[in-house]
C-alpha cells in the first residue's frame, strides 16, 4: 500500500538509551514531519524537512535529531532518551495538495 | 501561545443527532484550514478543508464553516453515526498556494456518538 511506513510500531527505552524511528513514503513527497502526540497536548511538530538533505526545528526539537539522506526517508533519533519522551510519535509527509499523509505511529516508553 | 484552539475536550452525540465540533484561531495570516480525524492506534486522516476564500466547503456528511472575521470554524457531522466516534484535530496553515508552510494543530476533541 502507497502511504507512509513508521518502523518500529512500539518500543521499550531505559533511561539514557539511544535508538532511531524511522520513517519511509513512497508519494516522492518533498516535505516530511515528526509530531509527538500526549494527551491533551494534541500533535506537536518536533523537526521537519522541506527536501532531502534538509532538515529544520518545530515546536518541540530538543532531545532529537533528524535526517533526510534520502527523499524517501526521515530519520528521528533519540541520543539519550528520557522519561519525558515517552510518547506516541507519528511521521508525515506533503506533496503539492496541502494535506498531510501520516504513519500509523510509533508508541515509544522510556522508563 | 496556542494559535489554534480547540477549547472542548469531548463530545458525546446521539445517533441521527447533529455533532459540532469548534475550533478558534488567533493567526490572522492562516488560510487554509483542515480537518483530521483520529482513531486509536492509527494516524490521523485527513476528513475535509476549507480555504480562506470560502465560508462552507461540503462532503457528504461533513459540512466546515469558516467565519473569518470571528477566526472561528467548526466542522458539522450530520447525521452521526457510531464508527464516527474518534478524536478529531483541527489544523491551519498560512500561504494556501505554498505547500511547504506547516500545519498548526489543535489539541483535538473526542467524539463519541452513543448507539
Known amino acids: 500500500n502507497a502511504g507512509v511506513t513508521q518502523t518500529p510500531k512500539f518500543r521499550v527505552l531505559k533511561t539514557g538509551q539511544s535508538m532511531t524511528l524511522l520513517c519511509a513514503q513512497d508519494m516522492n513527497h518533498e516535505y516530511m514531519y515528526w509530531y509527538r502526540q500526549d494527551p491533551g497536548m494534541g500533535l506537536r511538530l518536533i523537526h521537519y524537512s522541506v527536501g532531502e538533505g534538509t532538515t529544520a526545528k518545530g515546536e518541540v526539537p530538543d532531545g532529537y535529531n533528524v535526517s533526510r539522506l534520502k527523499k524517501q526517508n526521515f530519520l528521528l533519533g533519540l541520543e539519550s532518551a528520557a522519561p519525558s519522551q515517552t510518547s506516541v510519535y507519528f511521521c508525515?509527509?506533503?506533496?503539492?495538495?496541502?494535506?498531510?499523509?501520516f504513519g500509523s505511529g510509533t508508541r515509544l516508553t522510556v522508563v | 501561545d496556542q494559535q489554534v484552539k480547540q477549547n472542548s475536550p469531548s463530545l458525546s452525540v446521539q445517533e441521527g443527532r447533529i455533532s459540532i465540533l469548534n475550533c478558534d484561531y488567533t493567526n490572522s495570516m492562516f488560510d487554509y484550514f483542515l480537518w483530521y480525524k483520529k482513531y486509536p492506534a492509527e494516524g490521523p486522516t485527513f476528513l475535509i478543508s476549507i480555504s480562506s476564500i470560502k465560508d462552507k466547503n461540503e462532503d457528504g456528511r461533513f459540512t466546515v464553516f469558516l467565519n473569518k472575521s470571528a477566526k472561528h470554524l467548526s466542522l458539522h457531522i450530520v447525521p452521526s453515526q457510531p464508527g464516527d466516534s474518534a478524536v478529531y484535530f483541527c489544523a491551519a496553515k498560512e500561504d494556501y498556494t505554498g505547500a511547504n508552510s506547516k500545519l498548526t494543530f489543535g489539541k483535538g476533541i473526542t467524539l463519541s456518538v452513543r448507539p
Open positions: 508525515a509527509s506533503s506533496g503539492t495538495d496541502y494535506g498531510y499523509t
